[in-house]
């Protein structure tokens, strides 16, 4: 018995040794942060996850999709190019025709005399749609709230993706996310320079580019992904104070901004932080000495809840997100970069598993607000928060108010300029938008259904018959993804 129990324990301790935690994640490629020292974080992986890894990568590379064919452009790149700017064909070169997406900033006086720092943050999963219901007894927003009065904050805003690392690429890749792919990160195309990347364009003018994760580096290779795309450094739990407490997923939210700042005062160089953080995520756990604010839920959100238990731990890991966050802004405003330094905020996806959503509700279930801190110096006037943005339009909206005598290339648009009035958004499902229509697309079976807005009830759709501007949105839809897939497979070095 005693020689049977012994064999039984020995097997179990070498199951746990090669798992490598206790927790719910296994030692494995998307785990593998053991240590601040990359080299380290590579050997920990143990072969038969390399392998496994490096068969379904392969299965999925076997399985790849031509998308620009597939939405209809496979004899003349450039009628997709064409389409997607709504310029003629002829304006579009032949040999590179990725040169119609190159942007040229001017010299711009008052960026060149601040050189400011420009931090971009996704929060996880912060839905725009719960900031609605936020009150002094439904408290959610925080030390937020304040920032979200006195600054810019777009509502009528969609993600790349419903995941967190679709979005996260859909960002800083500066290129449409492609359907049902599989994420950049994990392609071929991970290690490719691309000249459209996000970082580039703060490279060249000599910042220093960080990627910032409260989590670990090894998720999604993201290790490995970053510097590719443009970034100095990337820095995760692991290069953190080890005693700092944190989630399964990573470092609370106040350390992982408590580390942003130091970074930010680290030397005299201006600096490009992207940073992604992990306390909003199952399973929604925050600081034993965090004291929550009212959380009363009002009864026009308790009507629409799915699973209360659930519903009652996200709201508090939310409403500490955001806490955490406005109190980063605050001291950002009282410090000595007030001046000169620009603070993007965002979320990854919306609020998932909550809330009940309906076909009329249909942008709420997707839709995250983009809050934006501009020192006045550098602040446009005249800035209209309603236009229609996403996630593809971060990026260029950053660069025309940070960076001048510069050029970049990317398929947004700047949302502080006249050219977003009649912007066309999407999210990669195939739900597109502009301030009049909107339309639910299957891009793998070209099936639509086609709505417009509800004049009386803000938000809110309504089934439409197709008219022209539903083509048209289509259009748009189809020859983004055509344009990005043709940028990704043959415009990397």
Not at 308 to 323: P, V
Not at 424 to 429: A, E, G, H, N, P
Request: hydrophobic content about 35%; aromatic content about 14%; some cysteine.
């Amino acid at each position: 018995m005693f020689k049977i129990a012994f064999v039984v324990a020995m097997i179990l301790v070498n199951f746990m040794a090669a798992r490598g935690s206790f927790g719910i994640f296994p030692l494995g490629i998307d785990n593998a942060e053991v240590s601040s020292n990359s080299f380290l974080n590579k050997v920990s992986i143990n072969g038969i996850y390399t392998l496994q890894n490096a068969i379904e990568l392969r299965r999925q590379d076997n399985n790849k999709v031509n998308y620009a064919a597939k939405a209809g452009y496979k004899s003349d790149i450039r009628e997709a190019f064409a389409d997607y700017l709504n310029i003629n064909i002829s304006d579009i070169s032949e040999k590179n025709p990725e040169n119609s997406l190159s942007c040229v900033l001017p010299y711009n006086k008052a960026i060149e005399d601040l050189k400011p720092n420009v931090i971009l943050i996704v929060m996880e999963s912060f839905g725009g749609d719960l900031v609605k219901y936020n009150s002094e007894t439904f408290n959610v927003l925080g030390e937020l709230k304040k920032h979200f009065n006195t600054d810019l904050v777009f509502y009528n805003f969609l993600p790349a993706h419903e995941g967190t690392i679709g979005s996260l690429e859909g960002i800083i890749a500066n290129v449409v996310r492609l359907p049902s792919s599989i994420y950049l990160s994990q392609s071929e195309y991970a290690y490719k320079k691309y000249t459209f990347s996000g970082a580039i364009p703060y490279k060249n003018k000599g910042y220093e580019t960080t990627f910032l994760y409260g989590g670990n580096t090894g998720w999604r290779n993201v290790g490995n992904f970053m510097p590719s795309i443009g970034f100095d450094n990337v820095l995760g739990e692991g290069s953190m104070d080890s005693a700092w407490p944190r989630s399964q997923w990573g470092v609370y939210d106040e350390y992982l901004f408590e580390y942003l700042f130091r970074a930010l005062s680290q030397n005299e160089k201006q600096k490009f932080i992207y940073v992604m953080t992990t306390s909003n995520h199952p399973p929604y756990s925050i600081p034993n000495d965090y004291k929550p604010l009212p959380l009363n839920v009002p009864e026009a959100l308790d009507k629409n809840i799915i699973g209360r238990g659930l519903a009652d731990k996200r709201f508090i890991t939310y409403q500490y997100s955001n806490e955490m966050l406005g109190r980063f802004i605050t001291k950002i405003k009282k410090s000595k970069y007030a001046d000169n330094t620009i603070i993007a905020v965002t979320g990854d996806h919306n609020f998932w598993n909550v809330i009940g959503y309906s076909e009329k509700t249909m942008l709420d279930s997707f839709r995250v607000p983009f809050y934006l801190y501009i020192p006045d110096a550098l602040k446009p006037k005249n800035i209209d928060t309603s236009v229609f943005g996403s996630h593809l339009d971060i990026l260029p909206t950053l660069y025309n108010v940070s960076i001048s005598s510069a050029e970049y290339t990317a398929m947004g648009k700047n949302l502080l300029s006249n050219q977003a009035s009649d912007n066309i958004i999407s999210i990669d499902v195939g739900f597109i938008m502009n301030h009049n229509s909107v339309v639910k697309y299957n891009f793998n079976n070209g099936e639509a259904a086609f709505y417009k807005w509800n004049r009386s009830k803000t938000g809110e759709i309504e089934q439409s018959f197709e008219t022209k501007e539903h083509k048209n949105l289509i259009k748009h839809y189809l020859s983004g993804i055509a344009v990005s897939d043709y940028l990704i497979k043959n415009t990397g070095k």
